[in-house]
């Protein structure tokens, strides 16, 4: 199959209230829509969004990647296509951008072949995922309250920013308020996103050890897998990485130094769905839970996560796909369902969904 055409449309979509991190709120995403076109009459889409935070280049500096392979691989059959861009781009930096053109081919192979990507991955995919609700809000009441609502609806997992606050007390409280209104028997996961010392996360952890943790996700900075490690062994709840476990060897890192319960897999951030089945293989076969999750991107990337979390070995963990509404809109004609913290994976061929028309008449 020969490449007929690429187009792409640049977004900024606002987040609808700001999200916040330890590293402060975050107003909207930018990120980039890719249409691939084929001599056959196929049609496939991809998405990048990059996130300096985890190691990408810019919005700006992938906007200009994409642009240049545009013009590079038009013509071109797409089996030399994919090893030209893997060729051409730069590991972490242009991971978004292998994202969306692998997500583009996989897509078109998938309607090709007649089914939808996640059973071209994996015959054994299943058809619904479950996943957590992200609870964004600072104060604790309204945290609170929208966590109570997430678990009356189904959900089976919370997951929440911590190290926000600063404060210990303030901390814990808003985390207790969580778990008291969601009961025992929901999963509460908090992420970190690597601003703790080692002394700091030992302190946080033992304070938050009543409170029925999941697993908390990336308490130190993306490159200290040793005290990672170190800081396992003297606390008493599960850890996750996510900045860190972006490609094979920090995994295997991770699992030499028995530095971690789960992993949390961005596609988007690990360069497409083929390396994230490497990264998910190796840590299941070591015994590590593996959660997929987006980096809050918009409804192609996100559905594209969906694909391959429906792909995981059984029984799958909650996995972070529900982000969506997080932005203003997800650019999606429809969008996957979620009933009952269940996100259902479209069973068309291809990915199985379409961005709106509008977005390809600037
Ligand atoms: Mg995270």
Redesign the pocket.
């Known amino acids: 199959m020969i490449i007929h055409s690429i187009d792409y449309h640049h977004y900024h979509v606002p987040f609808r209230v700001p999200f916040t991190t330890s590293h402060g709120p975050v107003q909207y995403r930018e990120g980039t829509i890719i249409r691939v076109r084929t001599d056959d009459g196929l049609t496939g889409y991809g998405e990048s969004a990059p996130l300096p935070a985890f190691g990408t280049g810019s919005p700006e500096a992938l906007r200009d990647v994409i642009e240049h392979l545009t013009e590079f691989l038009v013509g071109k059959p797409i089996e030399l296509a994919s090893m030209l861009i893997v060729a051409s781009t730069h590991a972490r930096r242009d991971a978004p951008v292998r994202f969306a053109f692998d997500t583009a081919f996989l897509d078109i192979d998938a309607q090709k072949n007649g089914v939808s990507m996640s059973k071209l991955i994996s015959p054994d995919a299943v058809e619904e995922v479950p996943v957590n609700a992200t609870i964004s809000d600072m104060d604790t009441e309204r945290a609170a309250s929208a966590a109570s609502y997430a678990a009356m609806v189904g959900f089976q997992a919370i997951k929440m920013k911590v190290g926000v606050l600063g404060e210990t007390s303030l901390e814990v409280e808003r985390v207790a308020a969580v778990r008291e209104a969601i009961g025992p028997g929901v999963a509460l996961r908090l992420?970190v996103?690597g601003v703790w010392t080692i002394e700091r996360a030992i302190e946080m952890a033992r304070a938050l050890e009543p409170y029925q943790i999941d697993y908390l996700?990336?308490p130190l900075p993306a490159g200290y897998i040793g005290a990672l490690g170190d800081l396992r062994k003297q606390i008493n709840i599960p850890i996750a990485a996510?900045?860190t476990a972006t490609d094979i060897d920090t995994v295997q890192e991770l699992i030499d130094h028995e530095a971690v319960d789960a992993i949390?897999i961005k596609p988007g951030i690990i360069g497409g769905l083929s390396p994230s089945r490497e990264l998910f293989d190796l840590a299941s076969d070591n015994g590590i839970r593996v959660v997929v999750?987006t980096a809050i991107e918009t409804g192609i990337a996100i559905t594209a996560a969906l694909h391959l979390a429906a792909t995981l070995p059984q029984p799958v963990s909650p996995c972070g796909l529900a982000t969506g509404t997080l932005l203003e809109t997800d650019l999606l004609v429809e969008s996957s369902p979620i009933e009952g913290g269940m996100m259902k994976v479209p069973t068309g061929p291809g990915i199985g969904v379409t961005p709106v028309e509008s977005i390809w008449q600037d």
Do not use: A, I, K
């Open positions: 992420d996103n996700e990336q996510d900045e949390v999750t």
